[in-house]
């Protein structure tokens, strides 16, 4: 059994709202080559197994682990698809390589997002079939309910989520892979137009397509193949229930318990001490503030104010999405966990560049899978 795992290659591509001149086997073999320079490997050669995020909705196939081999060098490989979000990927790569089974393991996610006419009504597709979806509830209107639930119990302001886009907004400015950076005032959010009340347009984030891959190895590998190899140093994930009837909508049970599981795997009893840098979940700007809260970075009701007050901004205590999140970096799919986790390594590399923070020797890495799911995971990293 091996006991330590380390991330020793990264590699991405794509990150734009539309990649018309290319397909999505061209984003993942981009971001496969990449990764495997990072790491020093030849996958046909070193690689044991392949991890393949994706969702057989959103590419239109099915065993979707079959139309993936030939991209990622896997051809005569093992190789299976994880139906969950990149952190479950990454998570399940890390699995393999404890069991002793196998030293080298690469995970790939990826969106191609521009190529699907009907996303909205894909992604709804996901509700209860026989309690939600005859009601043809849009995910947008679900996340509305959710986020009007949490303001009520939490006391959070639109004025504190409003806060949430323009921080993200402008930390995308610093990062030359993310297409949504822009420079907004709190106005400009609030006056935007209504989209899923009281979620407003500038709220959601937009898609983008893109691919990551990542090459994951066992410590006595990964000390021989990268000079900062980036330790996993815990992993957690939660599904709650499925159905809109039987859940919490002002807090995020499922996040608390897959963070309580990373946590203790980490040896870490209070995550704002331990942690110097946070990745987390914004698809909707008021999921940020939810999932700090959630956590346990945070008491209900304190993460708006503490982002109003600047403590979650690059050189705040607690920076939290420098790379820009989803709001800023754009809304990957499947592959969105993995954008977390890419942004922590980066970080605690030291290779991010204008947004690089100070100091960063640990991560935290988050993602929730979307609506209508209660679907988490955290990942922390340490270099």
């Known amino acids: 059994m091996h006991h330590r795992v380390a991330v020793v290659g990264v590699g991405w591509s794509g990150f734009r709202q539309s990649t018309p001149n290319v397909s999505y086997k061209e984003l993942i073999y981009q971001a496969a080559v990449r990764a495997y320079q990072d790491a020093g490997v030849d996958p046909r050669r070193d690689i044991e197994s392949f991890v393949s995020v994706a969702e057989d909705f959103h590419e239109g196939t099915s065993i979707f682990d079959e139309y993936t081999p030939d991209q990622l060098g896997a051809a005569l490989k093992p190789m299976h698809t994880i139906v969950g979000d990149g952190l479950h990927g990454l998570a399940t790569a890390y699995l393999m390589i404890r069991t002793g089974q196998f030293n080298l393991v690469a995970v790939e996610a990826h969106s191609k997002a521009s190529n699907i006419l009907t996303l909205p009504q894909v992604t709804a597709y996901a509700q209860d079939p026989v309690l939600n979806r005859p009601l043809g509830l849009n995910s947008d209107f679900i996340a509305g309910l959710e986020m009007n639930r949490y303001l009520y119990e939490s006391g959070t302001t639109r004025e504190q ?19 949504y950076g822009a420079d907004l005032t709190l106005d400009d959010i609030l006056n935007s137009p209504p989209y899923a009340w009281p979620l407003s347009t500038r709220e959601v984030a937009k898609h983008a397509d893109g691919a990551i891959v990542m090459v994951l190895a066992a410590e006595e590998i990964a000390q021989t193949l990268h000079d900062h190899p980036i330790w996993i140093l815990g992993v957690g994930w939660c599904n709650d229930s499925a159905s809109l009837e039987s859940r919490e909508w002002g807090s995020l049970p499922y996040l608390s318990q897959a963070a309580r599981m990373a946590y203790r795997q980490a040896g870490i009893n209070n995550p704002l001490a331990a942690i110097d840098l ?80 100070d100091g960063v020797e640990v991560g935290l890495a988050q993602s929730w899978r979307g609506v209508p799911t209660t679907s988490a995971a955290v990942a922390i990293l340490g270099n």
């Open 161 to 179: 989520c409003a806060a949430v886009v323009v921080k993200n907004r402008r930390n995308a400015l610093n990062n030359p892979s993310a297409p």
């Open 278 to 357: 946070a990745e987390v979940d914004d698809t909707y700007a008021y999921k940020e503030l939810q999932s700090l809260e959630a956590l346990g970075f945070f008491q209900p009701g304190e993460a708006g104010r503490l982002t109003e007050q600047g403590f979650t901004l690059p050189d705040g205590d607690l920076p939290v999405n420098v790379s820009g999140g989803s709001l800023g970096w754009g809304n990957l799919l499947d592959a969105t966990g993995l954008a977390r986790a890419l942004e922590v390594i980066l970080q605690l590399r030291g290779q991010a560049g204008l947004r690089q923070i």
